[in-house]
T-cell receptor
Framework: KAGVTQTPRYLIKTRGQQVTLSCSPI?????VSWYQQTPGQGLQFLFE???????NKGNFPGRFSGRQFSNSRSEMNVSTLELGDSALYLC???????????????FGPGTRLTVL | KNEVEQSPQNLTAQEGEFITINCSYS?????LHWLQQHPGGGIVSLFM???GKKKHGRLIATINIQEKHSSLHITASHPRDSAVYIC????????????FGTGTSLTVIP
């Protein structure tokens, strides 16, 4: 089976712009979770989608949003980019009906976003 | 306030040594995960556990729910074990959330 794929792998944006990141889960996986990793804050949970519905949400401002399509692919959007949004954005998929933290997570390689 | 604390932050070992990484948490958990991150960013899930002990090859993970503590052990360490090891907990007591430790950077010297 192919692993989790994320596109693009690298992205450079300027402050005030918006960005959309894409994640394709492992075939058959219905849950997709998004995470932000920065040197200062480490890994932080953004949100989880299951069957096109947001099931869990971390403590991020409304500028961070996401969606999931019927084929389980997911996108994450960040509007009005700030310098502090520079980070590695990881998505992970899991098969289970239970919440993401009840299941083994399969991580993608990440998208490294730089905001100038 | 850190919901998840890991120790040590950095660890250097000689090849073959037995290694222990500790994780303490302050919230009631649904499950605890151990993750491995290699340079370049890729993350692999090593274990998910909610009680007891799990073993996979040279890796062993234990959890004590009463003491809110988990350990990751690596037996007969090898240079390819060099990575950052991250403890993460899922909790539903403060809304469904995932909290991460800051990671333990392990270097195994041949």
């Amino acid at each position: 089976k192919a692993g989790v794929t994320q596109t693009p792998r690298y992205l450079i944006k300027t402050r005030g712009q918006q960005v959309t990141l894409s994640c394709s889960p492992i075939s058959g996986h219905r849950s997709v979770s998004w995470y932000q990793q920065t040197p200062g804050q480490g890994l932080q949970f953004l949100f989880e989608y299951f069957s096109e519905t947001q099931r869990n949400k971390g403590n991020f401002p409304g500028r961070f949003s996401g969606r999931q399509f019927s084929n389980s692919r997911s996108e994450m959007n960040v509007s009005t980019l700030e310098l502090g949004d520079s980070a590695l954005y990881l998505c992970a998929s899991s098969p289970g009906l239970a919440g993401s933290f009840y299941n083994e997570q399969f991580f993608g390689p990440g998208t490294r976003l730089t905001v100038l | 306030k850190n919901e998840v604390e890991q120790s040590p932050q950095n660890l250097t070992a000689q090849e073959g040594e037995f290694i222990t990484i500790n994780c303490s948490y302050s919230v009631g958990i649904s499950a605890l995960h151990w993750l491995q991150q290699h340079p370049g960013g890729g993350i692999v899930s090593l274990f998910m556990l909610s009680s007891g002990k799990k073993k996979h090859g040279r890796l062993i993970a234990t959890i004590n729910i009463q003491e809110k503590h988990s350990s990751l052990h690596i037996t007969a360490s090898h240079p390819r074990d060099s990575a950052v090891y991250i403890c993460a907990v899922g909790t539903s007591t403060t809304g469904n959330q995932f909290y991460f430790g800051t990671g333990t950077s392990l270097t195994v010297i041949p």
